[in-house]
C-alpha cells in the first residue's frame, strides 16, 4: 500500500473488504488488530470488514466466500429465539471505533524496535490525540508513551489491544 501511494500519492486507498474466517488459527483477535493496524498505517482513508452479520453456517452466500465470519453471528438453529454473538471482529472494530472520530486524521507514531508493540496513532477533529496499540505478543509488554515532553508508563498484557486518548 505505501509503494502504490509513493508512485500514485494523489490516488487514495480505501480498504473495502476485507475479512476474518474459519481458516485463522491462533491469536485471531491479535491478528485482526494487527491487520487494522498496518491498513491504517499504511495510507488507507477505511478499513471495511467484508460482512456485517453472517448466520452459523456463515451464509447467506451469494458468490462469495463460505468461511467468512460477520461482525456479528445471527444462530438461527432455532427460529424462535434467535441468538446474536458478537464476534471478535466487532471488538476490534469497536475498540477503535470508539475512540477514533470521523473526521481523524493518522499522525506519526513509532513502533518500538525489539518489541511485539505495534501502534498506530490518530488525531481527532475535537483536537485530541488516540493511540491504538496492540501486544501481538504471549507476554505483558512494558509501553512508554511520549508526547510534547511528558511520558506516562504502563504494561500491555500479550495478545491484547489498548487505545490511549490524551488532549494536548
Not at 72 to 90: A, C, F, G, H, Q
Not at 103 to 118: F, M, N, Y
Amino acid at each position: 500500500m505505501t509503494k502504490f501511494h509513493d508512485d500514485f500519492p494523489q490516488k487514495d486507498e480505501w480498504v473495502t473488504e476485507s475479512s476474518g474466517g474459519t481458516w485463522q488459527k491462533g491469536n485471531v483477535f491479535a491478528d485482526e488488530a494487527a491487520e487494522l493496524i498496518v491498513v491504517t498505517r499504511n495510507w488507507a482513508k477505511s478499513y471495511v470488514l467484508w460482512a456485517l452479520a453472517t448466520d452459523q453456517n456463515h451464509g447467506p452466500v451469494v458468490g462469495g466466500c463460505d468461511t467468512c465470519r460477520g461482525l456479528v453471528t445471527i444462530d438461527l438453529s432455532n427460529p424462535d429465539r434467535p441468538l446474536v454473538k458478537p464476534e471478535l471482529d466487532y471488538y476490534v472494530l469497536g475498540h477503535a471505533s470508539k475512540f477514533v472520530l470521523p473526521g481523524a486524521v493518522r499522525i506519526a507514531s513509532d513502533e518500538p524496535a525489539g518489541t511485539k508493540l505495534k501502534d498506530v496513532a490518530f488525531r481527532n477533529p475535537d483536537g485530541s490525540v488516540v493511540l491504538y496499540t496492540l501486544n501481538a505478543g504471549t507476554a505483558g509488554q512494558d509501553l512508554r508513551i511520549g508526547f510534547h515532553g511528558k511520558t506516562v508508563a504502563t504494561t500491555i498484557p500479550g495478545g491484547s489491544v489498548a487505545t490511549f486518548v490524551w488532549k494536548p
